[in-house]
């Protein structure tokens, strides 16, 4: 089945964009606005959902832009979503009418930020309501859904029903552990500032760095959760002198934690990257991988 994409699509129509942009527009999604709440509200008081939230004794609450949501099995301890936490959950959506639309694979997880605007804006405002461990039922105008796009067998324009499982709610220290675990990185050191730092290749005779030298590295920089590598030298090599600020503050420790001739892996949170900002393919909040070898140090 192809997959279909979760990824924020611009359907959430602010007035005041809109109206910059042309002052006479009006967003279908919007305009659908009244029509999906009566469908959604009828869909509640049907026979076969009515029962099933009476049956099991569950609440039908109400969030934000018209987001209705019953939460199915409650976790009250578990970690709430912070803005930069990695949410790892499962989801089958269905149209009102009960067709199936899409799903993620039986014992697969998908992976998205919270609070950073890369889910659909109904997905950012129901797991803003819940906690890890829990499972939740999520009833979406299209203005927070898919908007216009046909998705599927969806039509355009159509409030849409996520169940969900949340299955994890990870701080970036939890990136980084789930990240050192999934890749069995051995001796890793832990650094006060949460730099971590495994060795691959050590030496007991190359020379320890300090502020002033020049240094001469080989390294590939990886996102965590993909893999992807987002920049490398391409098998060159590159200079940095120690203590200019010229790379990004993980970057320069974990040099600084090698010795000329070592080779590791070294993963540091976003306070030692590029922060709440971010930086091209790297998004705010994001903690960071490098394969680094010193080659030479002046």
């Keep these: 089945m192809r997959k279909l994409s979760l990824a924020f699509v611009a359907v959430f129509g602010f007035a005041a964009f809109f109206l910059s942009c042309k002052d006479t527009y009006v967003d279908p999604a919007i305009s659908n606005f009244a029509k999906d709440t009566t469908d959604i509200t009828t869909y509640i008081k049907g026979p076969e959902f009515s029962a099933y939230i009476k049956q099991n004794n569950l609440p039908v609450q109400t969030a934000a832009y018209g987001v209705k949501y019953v939460i199915t099995q409650a976790n009250p301890a578990g970690k709430a979503p912070a803005q930069g936490d990695e949410l790892e959950f499962s989801y089958v959506i269905r149209s009102l009418g009960g067709t199936r639309i899409d799903s993620t694979k039986k014992d697969s997880s998908t992976y998205f930020p919270f ?33 216009d ?47 971590r730092v495994s060795k691959t290749v050590s030496t007991t005779t190359g020379a320890t760095l300090t502020d002033g030298q020049k240094v001469t590295v080989r390294y590939a920089g990886k996102l965590l959760r993909s893999g992807t590598v987002f920049d490398n030298n391409s098998g060159n090599t590159f200079d940095v002198t120690l203590g200019r600020n010229q790379v990004v503050p993980g970057f320069e420790a974990g040099i600084k934690a090698l010795k000329v001739g070592e080779k590791g892996t070294i993963i540091f949170p976003s306070s030692l990257g590029y922060g709440s900002t971010g930086a091209g393919p790297i998004l705010p909040y994001t903690p960071l991988a490098f394969d680094i070898e010193i080659v030479s140090a002046q």
């Design 149 to 195: 796009r046909v998705v599927g067998s969806l039509p355009a324009n159509s409030p849409v029903r996520f169940d969900v499982v949340l299955k994890a709610v990870r701080s970036e220290d939890a990136q980084i552990e789930d990240y050192i675990a999934r890749n069995k990185l051995k001796n890793v050191e832990k650094q006060s500032t949460g730099l």
């Design 115 to 147: 609070g950073l605007g890369k889910m659909l804006v109904g997905l950012e405002i129901g797991f803003g309501k819940l906690r890890e461990g829990e499972k939740a039922i999520f009833l979406f105008p299209s203005y927070v859904a898919f908007g």
